[in-house]
Every structure is written in structure tokens, then in C-alpha cells.
């Protein structure tokens, strides 16, 4: 019984709202949706008799009455034409005929067992979709976002605990040799702020290009590897390293 009385009114929703109803497995949707088709052109077959009627005996009368009344030979019975003319003219004149339509196409659509809402309600779906997966996606980003900061902000304090903790000694420097490849490892007890793989560092005369940066253990828990280069191009974005220099506590 719900299936012709609830179910023709129910089948203008779209497919994910008719889904979500407790009693969706109730309904026979397939006559639902065959009321709800004739139900949809019959109300809009009622709706441009009536909107013609009120076009004729409105705008269209007045119209031909007023142009009668300042000398115009027009036939009265020409009211009927212009009352269609002026209802075509009419942006809701058009609205009605689609909805006639597409009344039309969904009952067509209902003898091939294709439930089809009408189609204003499915585009309101669509864009509430569309702005939930936005606002899903910028909470996600957003705690993302959180979530870096914070480790950011964990593993400065930890580096800031750690140098505190750790006496400033020279860097120590192992070079490794196997033929012509060449790696430079710089163990030091204090970060190196602009040091960030792949840049190249000036050492001597020679070029590296520094590959790896790890943490290791007291008293120079801080490890750069660096692979020598054949050949090297001095510029601004080169960094010169001299370990006889003083090593300075990055402020962060």
C-alpha cells in the first residue's frame, strides 16, 4: 500500500535519500515511480492551462484592451494568440514544460526498472557533497597541519635539550675511500641549520654534496654524510665549511 500512496511522492527524491529511508525495502519503487511520473507531467499539464489562463485574461486582455481603447483596429479575438505569445515569452512558462518533461522521462525511465528523482533535488545532493568532502578534506588538512607542527615543535625541543646538555667540541671528520668514490662524514655536537640534502658544501678545495643527515649518540649526535664531487662550480648557494671554525648554536 505504501508503494501507491507514500511511494509516488517519495520517488521525486534522489537514489541516496530514498536509500537511506527505514522503509526503502518496503516500497515497491518501480509503480512508485510510475505514479510519480504521470503525477509529475499531470501537475504540470494543469499548471500551463492554468498559467495560460491567467496570461489571456491578465496581461494579454489588458494588453489588446489598452491598444483598442488608443485607436487600434485589433480583433478582440486575437487575445487567445497574444495570451499564448505572452506565456512563451515567460521564463516560467519554460520551467513548467520541463517539468512536463522530465515527468516524462522518468516515467519512461521506470519501464526499464531506472528510478530517476527529479533532477533539482539531485543537483542539491551533489552540491551538499561536494561541500562536505570539502569540509572533510580541510579538516584533514588542517589536523595534518596540527600534526606537523607539532612534530616540528617536539623535535626542537628535544634539539634544544640535547645541545644543552652536550659541551662544544670540535666537529669530527671521516673521510672513506673506495677508488675514485670519496664520502665525507661529519660528526659535530651542534646542528647545521642551512645544511639540508642535496646542497653542496666547500671543504678545502675540494666539493661534496651532502646526501644524508641522521642523529647519533653523545657527544656528536649530529651526522652529515657528504659524497666528494669531480668537479665543482662556485656560487652563493654553496656552503664553505671549515671545521676549524667555532661551531655556533643555531637559535630557533
Not at 75 to 92: E, Y
Not at 135 to 153: H, I, M
Request: net charge neutral; with cysteine.
Amino acid at each position: 500500500m505504501l508503494s501507491y500512496i507514500l511511494g509516488p511522492f517519495l520517488a521525486f527524491l534522489p537514489k541516496r535519500w530514498r536509500e537511506s529511508l527505514p522503509i526503502n525495502e518496503s516500497i515497491q519503487w518501480r509503480p512508485a515511480m510510475i505514479l510519480s511520473g504521470l503525477l509529475e507531467s499531470a501537475i504540470a499539464l494543469l499548471a500551463l492551462v492554468y498559467w495560460y489562463s491567467y496570461s489571456v485574461t491578465h496581461w494579454a486582455a489588458d494588453a489588446v484592451f489598452a491598444a483598442i481603447q488608443h485607436g487600434a483596429e485589433i480583433d478582440p479575438n486575437a487575445i487567445g494568440f497574444a495570451g499564448l505569445a505572452v506565456m512563451w515569452l515567460h521564463p516560467l512558462t519554460w520551467l513548467i514544460a520541463y517539468t512536463g518533461l522530465e515527468g516524462i522521462v522518468r516515467l519512461c525511465a521506470a519501464f526499464t526498472d531506472t528510478t530517476l528523482g527529479v533532477l533539482a533535488l539531485f543537483l542539491a545532493d551533489k552540491a551538499y557533497l561536494a561541500l562536505a568532502r570539502r569540509g572533510d578534506s580541510g579538516a584533514e588538512d588542517a589536523a595534518k597541519f596540527s600534526q606537523s607542527n607539532l612534530a616540528s615543535g617536539i623535535r626542537a625541543v628535544r634539539e634544544r635539550a640535547l645541545i644543552a646538555s652536550l659541551p662544544l667540541i670540535p666537529d669530527e671528520l671521516c673521510v672513506t675511500k673506495n677508488g675514485s668514490d670519496e664520502t665525507l662524514e661529519i660528526r659535530a655536537c651542534r646542528a647545521k641549520p642551512e645544511w639540508s640534502p642535496p646542497r653542496v658544501v666547500r671543504h678545502e678545495d675540494r666539493y661534496y654534496r651532502l646526501e644524508t643527515f641522521a642523529e647519533g649518540i653523545a657527544p656528536r649526535p649530529f651526522t652529515y654524510k657528504l659524497r666528494r664531487l669531480s668537479a665543482g662550480v662556485p656560487g652563493r648557494t654553496v656552503l664553505i665549511y671549515s671545521p676549524d671554525q667555532t661551531p655556533i648554536t643555531a637559535e630557533r
